[in-house]
């Protein structure tokens, strides 16, 4: 049966050339890295510095959007006013946003 199949010889070959594919590997993790692990770990880190500095009387934003005043403020949680004798209790990871202050006012 041999002689109905020629025999395939192996052309020569062109070595171990695995730079490229190392490289390829580095620039994909460096995007990675900067397109996206680095800006949410930087949005992570202003709503940790966010949520630690609420204080009474600030206005803020839920993340359900409410708009309230922060009328207490307990280690994990935070009292909002959303209208007149109306408060809620939530906890400080729920805030989204703080707002400018009279922006409830001028809604």
Do not use: C
Not at 18 to 43: C, T
Not at 54 to 78: C, M, Q, Y
């Amino acid at each position: 049966m041999n002689w109905l199949i020629s025999p395939a010889y192996a052309q020569a070959a062109g070595g171990p050339g695995g730079g490229i594919e190392l490289i390829m590997l580095v620039v994909m993790i460096a995007v990675f890295y900067f397109f996206l692990i680095r800006p949410q770990q930087k949005r992570a880190k202003e709503h940790r510095n966010l949520v630690q500095n609420l204080n009474k009387g600030d206005e803020v934003v839920t993340a359900g959007g409410i708009l309230g005043r922060v009328t207490k403020v307990t280690d994990e949680f935070v009292v909002v006013e959303i209208s007149d004798n109306l408060e809620i209790k939530l906890q400080k990871q729920s805030v989204q946003a703080t707002l400018p202050k009279g922006t409830i006012k001028s809604i």
